[in-house]
């Protein structure tokens, strides 16, 4: 899963966005309380301004990490 999330860093710093999201999920079929893969997400849909989706993924990144303060700032 560490490599799926890397590899999902990679193609959002290209701004291949829809690949990023494609390797995000991955990331999270193998564990959907991956909180980075979570966060990285909602910073991703963020950047995208689909807000609802952001605010989705940083609320459940919280839920599983509170001590992820990186999503508070978001």
């Known amino acids: 899963p560490i490599t799926l999330n ?3 860093n ?3 710093q290209i701004c291949n ?3 990023a999201i494609k390797f995000y ?4 079929n ?23 989706k952001s605010k989705n993924y940083l609320t459940l990144c919280i839920e599983i990490d509170s001590n992820n303060f990186q999503s508070y700032n978001c």
Not at 30 to 52: R, V
């Open 6 to 8: 890397n590899l999902a």
């Open 10 to 12: 990679c193609y959002y």
């Open 17 to 19: 966005f829809d690949l």
């Open 25 to 28: 999920n991955k990331t999270l």
């Open 30 to 52: 193998f564990n959907n309380n991956n909180s980075t893969a979570l966060y990285n997400l909602g910073k991703l849909y963020y950047e995208i301004g689909d807000l609802e």
